[in-house]
């Protein structure tokens, strides 16, 4: 008889942890960048050098890792929706990392000038090799790091 | 003397500022899509869109990358990369198209225009023809683009496996929204 209390305790106890995992497994949230650290550190001219010499190589490398960029910024850029877009790389090259940024961290884009050495974390989304507009590295997400 | 010197100035700023452009473009496109089914309605946006847009030929082409999108959830992010979209084996979806009908649209005046616009659109490796009807408006030097457009993902060979048949739509509405600058 009382084996079969804990059974029936442990089978009960097995279902609420199967149910609050699945529950919160399908309510998770994508990591917020400023709380993970970086799984590979680049100069912006070395990311965008390795992805111009091998898309393919460097996406299978490079795809989903969270990369933190140190390079000079040359453009900010603001949508009507307060988007924000952190442009860095060599300003002598048409060939940037963009850094599309994360909404919940931009008070600290709006301080920022042109020109600056800065250094900006984020998912790599692949490459967008254009000869007409200049090809760009992309991140997402981004969160700027001090 | 002076005079002749400022109206030289302002024809010379005028003058440049009305030669027209004629390829238009953006790196920060939006494109959104929802999946309404009977169980759960899943929405997606991805901010990172290039589009450039000749208003000369009215060609058009759009390149988004598939890790761009963002979702609510992680799970469903995850599953639509790794399981359905297969993002690391075709991280590029592609539209290369035109404005049928350019000749109507006047993009030296501001004012809003339909744009029907036709082409081949690649998504998870396979092409297949698409034909919608959006809007092009011209404002203050900008071109606003915008189209919503239904995808069926079967066409995709996007399979969706029977155990979430009710929680994703067979046909995924497309949401395109970009604000093109002028290329210089």
């Keep these: ?146 | 003397m002076k005079k002749t010197l400022l109206l030289l100035t302002i024809s010379f700023v005028l003058g440049s500022t009305l030669i027209a452009q004629e390829k238009y473009f953006t790196k920060s496109g939006k494109i959104n899509f929802t999946s309404k089914a009977s169980l759960e309605n899943i929405e997606a946006l991805n901010k990172s869109v290039t589009a450039v847009l000749d208003t000369k030929s009215g060609n058009l082409q759009f390149a988004v990358l598939m890790k761009g999108f963002e979702f609510e959830k992680a799970l469903m992010q995850e599953h639509f990369n790794e399981n359905y979209l297969e993002s690391h084996k075709y991280p590029k979806a592609e539209f290369k198209g035109a404005v049928v009908n350019n000749g109507e649209i006047n993009y030296a005046k501001d004012g809003t225009y339909k744009a029907n616009v036709k082409g081949q659109l690649t998504i998870h490796g396979q092409t297949k023809p698409v034909e919608t009807e959006g809007k092009i408006q011209v404002k203050n030097g900008k071109i606003l683009a915008d189209a919503v457009f239904g995808i069926a993902l079967a066409d995709y060979n996007v399979e969706i496996p029977k155990l979430v048949k009710d929680n994703i739509a067979k046909i995924v509405n497309i949401e395109v929204d970009c604000t093109l600058d002028p290329l210089k």
Excluded: P
């Excluded at chain 1, 497994?25 to 994508?30: F, G």
């Excluded at chain 1, 390079?71 to 929706?81: Q, R, S, V």
């Excluded at chain 1, 850094?99 to 250094?119: F, P, R, W, Y």
């Design chain 1, 1 to 146: 008889m009382k084996k079969k209390k804990i059974i029936l305790m442990i089978i009960a106890a097995a279902l609420l942890f199967g149910g609050w995992y699945a529950y919160s497994e399908y309510n998770r949230k994508v990591k917020d960048l400023s709380k993970v650290s970086a799984d590979v550190h680049f100069k912006t001219v070395e990311l965008v050098a390795q992805f111009e010499k091998d898309e393919n190589a460097a996406n299978a490398l490079y795809l989903d890792k969270v990369i933190a960029v140190n390079g000079t910024l040359k453009a900010i850029e603001k949508d009507d929706t307060n988007n924000y877009s952190l442009v860095l790389g060599d300003e002598n090259s048409m060939a940037s990392v963009r850094c599309s940024m994360d909404q919940e961290h931009i008070t600290k884009v709006e301080g920022l000038m042109t020109g600056a050495n800065i250094t900006v974390k984020g998912a790599c989304t692949g490459f967008n090799a254009d000869q007409l507009l200049g090809s760009d590295v992309i991140l997402n997400r981004c969160v700027i790091q001090d």
